[in-house]
């Protein structure tokens, strides 16, 4: 009896908690996909527009909702961010990010590694890109009250021109402007949202 049980006690390769914890270190295919689906268009979009093949992505390993350009086409963004956020939520997030990249502005970001785990993001529309995590947080600098007011309205512009109306970004501002101070990150680096909303609806 006691060797059976002795037996049982043992790990197994390849079981599920096993397999779990790898599955975290990556970002899985539908999210890369995902991303490149909505990032892509935006992409297009900007003033000085950038082919998938001249932008890298990271993903960091973080709760918080967060989203940032490093400038020469490099954009991070948090797990937590993508796991929480709708595809408009993100678009108009991102929309936001990339329209700093259009403006110039360059955030200053503190994470563990930046190049080693960014990959293109024409490779996120393949079905076999191993996309792994970044460890977290995420931790960035504030742009500057009149950037952050031009981004809001380069997104805007941005968006019109991919499509899509200005209520996108409105409304993934007031979606992280509703979330816990908890959550940290970009609600952290971007203050005085809700008058930030209030003067974007007003443009017209
Ligand atoms: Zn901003």
Redesign the pocket.
């Known amino acids: 009896m006691s060797f059976l049980v002795l037996s049982l006690a043992q790990p197994v390769a390849g079981s599920e908690p096993a397999r779990d914890a790898a599955a975290k270190k990556h970002v899985d295919v539908e999210t890369a996909q995902r991303f490149y689906r909505i990032a892509t268009p935006l992409l297009r979009a900007m003033e000085h527009s950038l082919k998938p093949q001249q932008v890298s992505v990271g993903v960091i390993a973080d709760a918080a909702i967060n989203i940032a350009?490093g400038g020469g086409g490099k954009f991070f963004v948090t797990t937590g961010l993508l796991e929480r956020a709708n595809d408009d939520q993100l678009r108009g997030l991102m929309a936001?990010?990339i329209?700093?990249e259009d403006l110039g502005?360059v955030?200053k970001l503190k994470i563990s590694a930046t190049g080693a785990n960014m990959v293109l993001l024409e490779h996120l529309a393949a079905t076999h890109t191993a996309l792994t995590l970044i460890d977290g947080p995420m931790i960035t600098a504030?742009?500057s009250g009149s950037?952050?007011v031009a981004?809001?309205r380069q997104s805007v512009a941005i968006l019109e021109r991919a499509g899509y109306p200005k209520s996108v970004v409105t409304e993934a501002l007031t979606w992280i402007s509703k979330m816990s101070p908890s959550h940290g990150g970009?609600l952290s680096?971007?203050p005085n949202i809700n008058e930030r909303i209030k003067n974007l609806k007003a443009v017209p």
């Open positions: 350009n936001h990010e329209a700093h502005h955030t504030s742009f950037e952050e981004a809001d970009f680096t971007h």
